[in-house]
């Protein structure tokens, strides 16, 4: 009789623990699915620019220079961790002493990424090699590819809006269609509010 109860007994916790173990791999995905629809965006973000990099504590390794820019698009999340971005920017290079004189360009921009869900809505993106395709300037490079963004923000009690920023300093890097790094880059993005809306009907 005893042996009958500690076999129930042990079947019994495997079972829960079992059951534990699938609710914890299942809670991030099922957390994920907050975010499901297209959200529009507004933001503004300055850019510090390295050609030679930047050392562990984020100093310059040679000459730099600053660009701010703002952008606006639709990120679209999928409500499995996956999602995708457009967005069109418009960017202005700040003069430098020592540097080129200031400009301007605009560029397309389109991205996949991937995002997770916390319990208490906040959530964290990181975002694949974004495709930065300038318009409009004569003597722009045509195709850029920008690695390594990451964000992290707050959906709203609605789930309807939400608001994404960086989170802390990260190097990215600015790549031509061949794989050579043109540059690297520290960022700060303010992405502000973020409304999920519904497209109309194509003409």
Same mark, same amino acid.
């Given at each position: 009789?005893?042996?009958?109860?500690?076999?129930?007994?042990? +079947?019994?916790?495997?079972?829960?623990?079992?059951?534990?173990?699938?609710?914890?791999?299942?809670?991030?995905?099922?957390?994920?699915?907050?975010?499901? =629809?297209?959200?529009?965006?507004?933001?503004?973000? /300055?850019?510090?620019?390295?050609?030679?990099?930047?050392?562990?504590?984020?100093?310059?390794?040679?000459?730099?220079?600053?660009?701010?820019?703002?952008?606006?698009?639709?990120?679209?999340?999928?409500?499995?961790?996956?999602?995708?971005?457009?967005?069109?920017?418009?960017?202005?290079?700040?003069?430098?002493?020592? =540097?080129? =004189?200031?400009? =301007?360009?605009?560029?397309?921009?389109?991205?996949?990424?991937?995002?997770? /869900?916390?319990?208490?809505?906040?959530?964290?993106?990181?975002?694949?090699?974004?495709?930065?395709?300038? +318009?409009?300037?004569?003597?722009?490079?045509?195709?850029?590819?920008?690695?390594? +963004?990451?964000?992290?923000?707050?959906?709203?009690?609605?789930?309807?809006?939400?608001?994404?920023?960086?989170?802390?300093?990260?190097?990215?890097?600015?790549?031509?269609?061949?794989?050579? +790094?043109?540059?690297?880059?520290?960022?700060?993005?303010?992405?502000?509010?973020?409304?999920?809306?519904?497209?109309?009907?194509?003409?």
């Amino acid at each position: 009789m005893l042996r009958f109860l500690t076999s129930g007994w042990c +079947i019994l916790m495997l079972v829960v623990c079992s059951a534990w173990l699938t609710r914890a791999e299942a809670a991030p995905q099922g957390f994920n699915q907050l975010l499901h =629809g297209n959200y529009a965006f507004t933001g503004e973000d /300055v850019c510090l620019v390295s050609p030679k990099g930047f050392d562990a504590d984020f100093t310059p390794l040679g000459p730099t220079a600053v660009f701010s820019s703002s952008i606006q698009g639709v990120r679209t999340f999928n409500g499995d961790g996956t999602g995708s971005l457009i967005a069109r920017t418009v960017q202005s290079n700040h003069p430098q002493p020592s =540097g080129p =004189g200031a400009s =301007g360009n605009s560029a397309d921009l389109s991205a996949d990424f991937t995002y997770e /869900v916390a319990s208490d809505r906040t959530f964290t993106v990181e975002q694949g090699p974004m495709t930065s395709t300038d +318009i409009g300037e004569p003597n722009a490079r045509t195709k850029v590819i920008i690695e390594n +963004i990451k964000f992290s923000g707050q959906i709203a009690q609605d789930l309807k809006t939400l608001v994404m920023s960086t989170e802390k300093s990260t190097v990215e890097t600015c790549k031509n269609l061949q794989g050579q +790094i043109l540059d690297y880059r520290i960022c700060h993005s303010a992405l502000g509010r973020q409304s999920e809306f519904k497209p109309g009907p194509s003409a």
